[in-house]
Nanobody
């Protein structure tokens, strides 16, 4: 049974930082692209960024470049999203997801976590 579990969400003031983690089990974690997505109320789920299986390639949505950093530790079956300089518009439920290759379309991802809430206050 494949499981992805996010942790680390919470509330923070604008300008602050949060670090989200995604723990994977039931899959060969090192063979999958790991994507981070977010969904704000009333909006579609959007790509935050993704990291290749060997960490050699990271991709980010334009609005997150320079503020967010994705990393992974395959030995621990863990992916991480470091979020800095947070803005109120970053408020959303954040999800990690796994796919065999990169795609920015969330519908293409095979496995999902349950999500973790991030709230940024002004």
């Amino acid at each position: 049974q494949v499981q992805l579990e996010e942790s680390g969400g919470g509330s923070v003031q604008a300008g602050g930082s949060l670090r989200l983690s995604c723990a994977g089990s039931g899959i060969t974690f090192s063979e999958y692209y790991m994507g981070w997505f977010r969904q704000a109320p009333g909006k579609e789920r959007e790509l935050v960024g993704a990291i290749s299986p060997n960490s050699g390639i990271t991709r980010y949505a334009d609005s997150m470049k320079g503020r967010f950093t994705i990393s992974r530790d395959n030995a621990k079956n863990m992916a991480t999203l470091q979020m800095n300089s947070l803005k109120p518009e970053d408020t959303a439920v954040y999800y990690c997801a796994a796919r065999w290759w990169y795609n920015r379309n969330p519908d293409k991802y095979d496995f999902w976590g349950q999500g973790t809430q991030v709230t940024v206050s002004s």
